[in-house]
DNA sequence: GGTTTGACTTGAA
DNA sequence: ATTCAAGCCAAAC
């Protein structure tokens, strides 16, 4: 079966920090996750902590779209550890507002389900300013 | 091996 | 609204 995506899929991760690190290359651009939504994603529910861990540790930032998780309320978590300028800059280069408070999650939250199947009628995903 | 830690979350004071 | 505390889980020491 095509596997769309040329890195390891979530389900053929064998390690939890593998399929931390492939559920936030599926995040979209220009939308964002939370700790605990990644978390769970990857099968371990109540680790958000540990995904930030690991996000911390990871060397291998680079092509890894590490910027569009954020912590429940929105807010940039990596503000404790410096890295919070590079941060939101970066997600303000693919179109998401970042306020004092940090990202709106109803706006900007990603909803796996309504990128596999749209419903058909209502307002389709309110992104755009 | 066990112990400590943390880019979190949630609920209560 | 803001601050405090406890819980949780995988990785690093």
């Known amino acids: 079966m095509p596997t769309p995506d040329p890195a390891l899929s979530v389900a053929e991760a064998p390690t939890f920090r593998e399929r931390v690190v492939a559920t936030v290359r599926a995040i979209p651009p220009g939308r964002v996750a939370t700790y605990g939504q990644v978390a769970l994603m990857a099968g371990a529910p109540l680790a958000a902590r540990q995904v930030g861990g690991i996000l911390s540790r990871l060397s291998e930032l680079e092509g890894l779209p590490w910027q569009r998780v954020v912590n429940a309320s929105g807010g940039i978590s990596t ?7 590079l941060q939101e ?29 749209p419903r058909v009628s209502g307002p389709a995903t309110p992104v755009e300013p």
């Not at 503000?79 to 300028?85: E, L, V, Y």
């Not at 280069?93 to 596999?116: F, I, K, L």
């Open 79 to 85: 503000h404790k550890i410096g890295a919070g300028q």
């Open 89 to 117: 800059a970066l997600l303000r280069a693919e179109g998401v507002e970042v306020g004092p408070q940090g990202v709106d999650v109803g706006r900007y939250g990603w909803r796996p389900a309504a990128d596999v199947a």
